[in-house]
Nanobody, 116 residues
């Protein structure tokens, strides 16, 4: 089970760090990702990190967001900088345990609102 936290109200240009805590060990999990869903829009993949170190980012967040995983803390992070109003969304984390695709299971997510 993954539990997201860390969202809130942030001013444009500000920063926030999201956490995704796993109830079990993440050491052997193939990959993790952060997704987001804004009102009236489809859920989109924001960033992903694989065990081999491969990182991927949506073009809209490249250079501003950083994803990382801490196997000792069983937690995946999303460091979000230079936030824009269009980053406003509910952010979710997900896992691909074996390289076969993201699970069809979603947590509550955490709301990030970028507004002055």
């Amino acid at each position: 089970q993954l539990v997201e936290s860390g969202g809130g109200l942030v001013q444009p240009g500000g920063s926030v760090t999201l956490s995704c805590a796993s109830s079990g060990s993440i050491f052997n999990i193939h990959a993790f990702a952060w997704f987001r869903q804004a009102p009236g829009k489809q859920r989109e993949l924001v960033a992903s990190t694989a065990r081999d170190g491969l990182l991927r980012y949506a073009d809209s967040v490249k250079g501003r967001f950083t994803i990382s995983r801490d196997n000792r803390k069983n937690t995946v992070y999303l460091y979000m900088n230079s936030l824009k109003p269009e980053d406003t969304a509910v952010y979710y984390c997900n896992q691909d345990p074996n390289g076969w695709g993201w699970l069809n299971s979603w947590g509550q997510g955490t709301q990030v609102t970028v507004s002055s």
